[in-house]
């Protein structure tokens, strides 16, 4: 049986249309998911939407229409947009679907029934946007610690999670699974808020309806957090399909902005060992993007519309420019001068230029076949040797969310094979050594070809025309990562030709 892999992404409230930040998330739950593909897993890919809680209930309101309407009315904006950035979930989670229901009811009741859930009464500061209760002492000059917007005094009955409880064993966790949380910093960042002591945690609300009611006590709704979090147990089937469930929990990667670490880091784990269930493996916290150095906010009205930016530029370069610009983990900017220099830079010049180069004289010289040996003579084995490194650090980097150090490899790749068609020179061979030429030209190809492979879980579309340029019968998606980063002689080839370049240059 295939290996398995399951990756998640947030579920996005529905209070608001999709920016950046969500495509940013997605698009990297995409890019390892195609990865690990390629790698021969069978990969479970979960995204959706967050519907309940009182910032959806408030939205609503503000509009005349219902919670429900209105995520109605914004799935199909997110739907859209994965759509469109070519997105390959193979889940898709609302947080009111009946299965959902089944298991925020269930998980309560389980907890419950262990003596971890308990009725009392909660009074504290309330922020509204981010549904968190803070102390006194969290706040930072008497405003939310997180969002800096203003607080409520709250007080209600409540059920409360024993989560106090829970602090040695996510303490010990911790300890024994130095890759739980990642990037480092932001596992330093869990491990000393827990070392501080867990206080126990309000999980429902009775001042407003709109959530999954408390099972036998329908005056309270189930926090918003501790129903949304668990949409990584439903969407892998739990309670509803035994076998899938088996295949794919624990999930592999959490993938989630460092602004909701605490919620996915601390109470989730605190949940799971509650109710007996493993652990995700990893949950990776991503950094923020500003706009032109600002940060992105609806009244400064420099909000990143991910779909008139992918219009603008192109799905796949979009794509790249967010994995390429700014190491996975730490905050980036966002500006048009960033983008096009990219595509220009990397794409345009380096990259589309060595694909059309090679395709062009392998058309030229040899009428689009491949014609001698691999070789192994004059540079040829440095090539050969340095290629492998950099597939290794590549296949490194991947492994551990290096998005961007996964890119330079490859672009030194890039480097490399257009300096060895300098040295190499084949149009002077194409006079005065047509074997050599045979074997120079063989190696250039394998070397673009191996980009290109490298290139594919980032930019899907467009290597898969280079891949289709270059010869190559089948689909990239379903190529074999191990079989193809490697040089070899190829049996079945297409001939190789000319293509249009793929990445135009643009203007400022
Ligand atoms: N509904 C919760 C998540 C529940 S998961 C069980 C939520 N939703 S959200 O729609 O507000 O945010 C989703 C994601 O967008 C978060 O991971 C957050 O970090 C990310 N981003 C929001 N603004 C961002 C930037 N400016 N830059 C990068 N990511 C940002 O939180």
């Not at 890919?45 to 209930?57: C, I, N, P, R, S």
């Not at 504290?124 to 102390?135: G, K, L, N, S």
């Not at 060895?420 to 045979?438: H, N």
Request: some cysteine.
């Amino acid at each position: 049986m295939a290996k398995s892999y399951y990756i998640t992404t947030p579920i996005y409230y529905i209070n608001d249309v999709p920016h950046i930040g969500h495509a940013y998330t997605t698009c990297a739950a995409d890019v390892v998911a195609r990865y690990k593909r390629l790698r021969g897993y069978e990969v479970f890919f979960l995204t959706g939407v967050d519907e309940h809680g009182q910032k959806a209930q408030k939205a609503a309101l503000e509009q005349g229409i219902t919670p429900r309407v209105l995520a109605d009315r914004m799935v199909p904006t997110f739907t859209d947009l994965w759509k469109l950035l070519e997105i390959t979930n193979t889940g898709f989670i609302r947080t009111t679907d009946e299965a959902h229901r089944r298991v925020v009811h269930h998980l309560f009741q389980r907890l419950e029934e262990k003596g971890d859930i308990y009725l009392g009464e909660y009074e504290d500061w309330y922020c509204i946007p981010c549904e968190a209760y803070f102390t006194e002492l969290q706040l930072k000059d008497g405003k939310c610690p997180d969002c800096g917007r203003a607080v409520e005094r709250l007080k209600e009955e409540s059920y409360f999670f024993r989560m106090s409880k829970y602090t040695d064993p996510l303490l010990r966790h911790l300890e024994e699974h130095k890759g739980f949380v990642m990037p480092e910093v932001r596992y330093n960042e869990v491990t000393s808020f827990v070392k501080g002591g867990l206080r126990d945690l309000s999980i429902s609300r009775t001042t407003f309806d709109w959530g999954v009611p408390v099972p036998g006590n329908p005056k309270h709704v189930v926090y918003v957090w501790f129903d949304a979090l668990a949409n990584y147990l439903t969407g892998a089937g739990f309670l509803s399909d035994t076998e899938r469930f088996g295949q794919f929990w624990p999930a592999d990667a959490h993938l989630i902005g460092k602004d909701i670490l605490r919620f996915h880091a601390v109470y989730w784990p605190s949940f799971l060992m509650a109710a007996g269930l493993p652990l995700p493996k990893r949950i990776f916290a991503h950094g923020w993007w500003t706009v032109n150095g600002q940060k992105m906010s609806k009244s400064l009205g420099n909000v990143v519309d991910p779909v008139e930016t992918a219009r603008t530029y192109g799905v796949d370069e979009f794509r790249f420019f967010l994995f390429r610009e700014v190491p996975f983990g730490l905050d980036g900017d966002f500006s048009k001068d960033a983008i096009v220099g990219r595509i220009n830079g990397d794409l345009a010049n380096d990259y589309g230029n060595l694909l059309s180069r090679s395709a062009n004289m392998i058309g030229k010289f040899q009428a689009g076949r491949l014609a001698g040996p691999a070789g192994q003579g004059g540079t040829d084995g440095a090539l050969l040797e340095r290629t492998t490194a950099l597939v290794s650090d590549y296949e490194r980097e991947m492994e551990v969310f290096g998005f961007s150090k996964a890119l330079s490899a490859v672009f030194e790749l890039t480097a490399l094979l257009n300096r060895y068609i300098d040295t190499e020179a084949p149009w002077r061979l194409a006079k005065e050594d047509t074997a050599r030429l045979a074997t120079v030209l063989h190696n250039i190809w394998n070397g673009v070809r191996v980009a290109t492979l490298l290139l594919h879980p980032f930019m899907p579309s467009k290597t898969a025309s280079a891949w289709r340029a270059l010869g190559m019968a089948g689909d990239i998606g379903r190529a074999s990562f191990d079989e193809e980063r490697s040089f070899y002689k190829p049996g079945d080839l297409s001939a190789i030709d000319r293509i249009p370049p793929l990445f135009p240059r643009r203007e400022g």
